[in-house]
């Protein structure tokens, strides 16, 4: 198993671009997340899903949109990009259970925005 | 009340020594509270989690200590070693979906 994919790694966007974080699982889980991780401020999740077609936003969902179409992909779209959306975004999948279970993480992508 | 506070920022121990890092939280609804690890240009990674029901859980060198009526908890990693050095996340969960709040991460260094 690849467990969590994402692509890319690195990217630069000029203000107003747009772009959209691919995030692949292999693992079969139902729930999938986006965060972002600013410096000194840990991860704060922008959207999750519970499952193929349903999405709800997290903690900081402004100027991103996300789609969940099948149970393996959830990519993140950014419409306009401002240097405010500079940072490393993670994406992360766990099961669906009675109990809380673990979350596991894909190596990010670092995006900065000039 | 959504908020989970992590303390220190960085941490510098010496090989051997002990690693304490400290979480408080407000909304006594969290029911769920993992430590993750992340090492430079990596995911994190979960290392241990704990439960409002226990008061202490230990998994080899990595305790995490849980005092409910102070709403506080903490991980605290014995005989530590250089490759211990990473970033460590305290979280909360709320209820179902699994979606945590973070702490914002204490920068630990390991000298030998």
């Known amino acids: 198993n690849a467990g969590v994919t994402q692509t890319p790694k690195f990217r630069i966007l000029k203000i107003g671009q747009s772009m959209t974080l691919q995030c692949t699982q292999d693992m079969n889980h139902n729930y999938m997340y986006w965060y972002r991780q600013d410096p000194g401020m840990g991860l704060k999740l922008i959207y999750y899903?519970?499952?193929?077609?349903?999405?709800d936003k997290g903690e900081v969902p402004n100027g991103y949109n996300v789609s969940r179409s099948t149970t393996e992909d959830f990519p993140l779209r950014l419409e306009l990009a401002a240097p405010s959306q500079t940072s490393v975004y993670f994406c992360?999948?766990?099961?669906?259970?009675?109990?809380?279970?673990?979350?596991?993480f894909g190596p990010g992508t670092r995006l900065t925005v000039l | 009340q959504q908020q989970v506070k992590q303390s220190p920022q960085s941490l510098i121990v010496q090989k051997g020594g002990i690693s304490i890092i400290n979480c408080a939280y407000e909304n006594t609804a969290f029911d769920y509270f993992p430590w993750y690890q992340q090492f430079p240009g990596k995911g994190p990674a979960l290392l241990i989690a704990i439960r409002p029901d226990v008061s202490e859980k230990k998994e080899g060198r990595f305790t995490i200590s849980f005092n409910k009526s102070a709403k506080q908890f903490s991980l605290h990693i014995m005989d530590s070693q250089p490759g211990d050095s990473a970033t460590y996340f305290c979280a909360a969960s709320l209820g179902g979906y699994n979606k945590l709040i973070f702490g914002a991460g204490t920068r630990l260094a390991v000298h030998p």
């Open positions: 899903s519970v499952g193929a077609g349903i999405t």
């Open positions: 992360a999948s766990s099961l669906r259970t009675e109990s809380h279970n673990e979350q596991f």
